[in-house]
């Protein structure tokens, strides 16, 4: 199975702020990696698709990057909203595989 | 829009066996795979099986395979988890989730269905 290391595990930030979240792969997937943010007691909800593409109604204050192994969140000017819980996720083969989520407190 | 509806959870004593339903609205749900993922308390993501547009597949998690079983139906637009053997380490808030095709990713879920395996 491929293991997916999200870091860090928690932060604490500021509104306004510029916050990144790592997502590394143990082996290759190419661009198959998703983001999904989840607030408390919903279903995640998908917010970045193939490494960069943003979901439709996502803000674009959200980015993606990367490729191979290595991957970014990145939320430029962090907003009140934002604050919950992201998690990576690669689709390059099954099992489906999550990281373990990163929590953005206040 | 697109709408997924779980259905089924409940508390289930050891052992014992549980049909999950997820009832799906919004899109041509026979064109499109589905997958369970699931979401213990306090802990995270944890994907548990997935069943292919036209049904012909089914892929499991090691942790369910052999217990769980993903099913669907396109006249009633659902699909199932039929579940049994159930312990202590099944519970958690079950999703349903819609792949997306292309690249295979869960583009819309629903609000989750909550199993408690407990005596």
């Known amino acids: 199975d491929i293991q997916m290391t999200q870091s860090p595990s928690s932060l604490s930030a500021s509104v306004g702020d510029r916050v990144t979240i790592t997502c590394r792969a143990s082996q290759t997937i190419s661009a198959y990696l998703h983001w999904y943010q989840q607030k408390p007691g919903k279903a995640p909800k998908l917010l970045v698709y193939?490494?960069?593409s943003l979901q439709n109604g996502v803000p674009s204050r959200f980015s993606g990057s990367g490729s191979g192994t290595d991957f970014t969140l990145t939320i430029s000017g962090l907003q009140p909203e934002d604050f919950a819980t992201y998690y990576c996720?690669?689709?390059?083969?099954?099992?489906?595989?999550f990281g373990r989520g990163t929590k953005v407190e206040i | 829009q697109v709408h997924l509806v779980e259905s089924g959870g409940g508390v289930v004593q050891p052992g014992g066996s549980l049909t999950l339903s997820c009832s799906a609205s919004g899109f041509s749900f026979s064109s499109y795979g589905m997958h369970w993922v699931r979401q213990a308390p306090g802990k995270g993501l944890e994907w548990v099986a997935f069943i292919r547009y036209d049904g012909g597949s089914d892929y499991y998690a090691d942790s369910v395979k052999g217990r769980f079983t993903i099913s669907r139906d396109d006249s009633k637009n659902n699909i199932y988890l039929q579940m049994s053997r159930l312990s202590a380490e099944d519970t958690a808030m079950y999703y349903c989730?819609?792949?997306?095709?292309?690249?295979?990713?869960?583009?819309?879920w629903g609000q989750g269905t909550l199993v408690t395996v407990s005596s």
């Open positions: 996720q690669q689709s390059y083969i099954l099992p489906r595989t």
């Open positions: 193939s490494t960069y």
């Open positions: 989730a819609k792949d997306s095709i292309a690249d295979s990713y869960f583009d819309f």
